[in-house]
């Protein structure tokens, strides 16, 4: 079993920055990937970012070169710094943890609006 928890979401302005995080726990030593998804309001969930154990990463092309994920083995913590948010960005961020089966945390909604 692992437990994840998001946090870092909110209201930002379009062009700021935000920094998500996500905290796992349980039984963390089989996780070979963690990542995010995304929900737009009234859109179905889609796939946003990926790193592996070993650090290499992917993304969507929509948030390319805005978007970086990084991973704190030390502290089981998955962090996507995002950059020049758009209004398009806006939606319920879900961390996932891959360990043979996926687990899923509850979400943090990111609101970019003025």
């Known amino acids: 079993q692992v437990q994840l928890v998001e946090s870092g979401g909110g209201l930002v302005q379009p062009g700021g920055s935000l920094r998500l995080s996500c905290a796992a726990s349980?039984?963390?030593?089989?996780?070979?990937?963690m990542g995010w998804y995304r929900q737009p309001p009234g859109k179905q969930r889609e796939w946003v970012a990926t790193i592996t154990r070993g650090g290499p990463t992917n993304y969507i092309d929509s948030v390319k070169g805005r978007f970086t994920i990084s991973r704190d083995n030390a502290k089981n913590t998955v962090y996507p710094q995002m950059n020049s948010l758009k209004p398009e960005d806006t939606a319920v961020y879900y961390c996932f943890a891959d360990v043979g089966v996926r687990y899923w945390g509850k979400g943090t909604l990111v609101t970019v609006s003025s």
């Open positions: 349980g039984s963390m030593f089989n996780i070979n990937a």
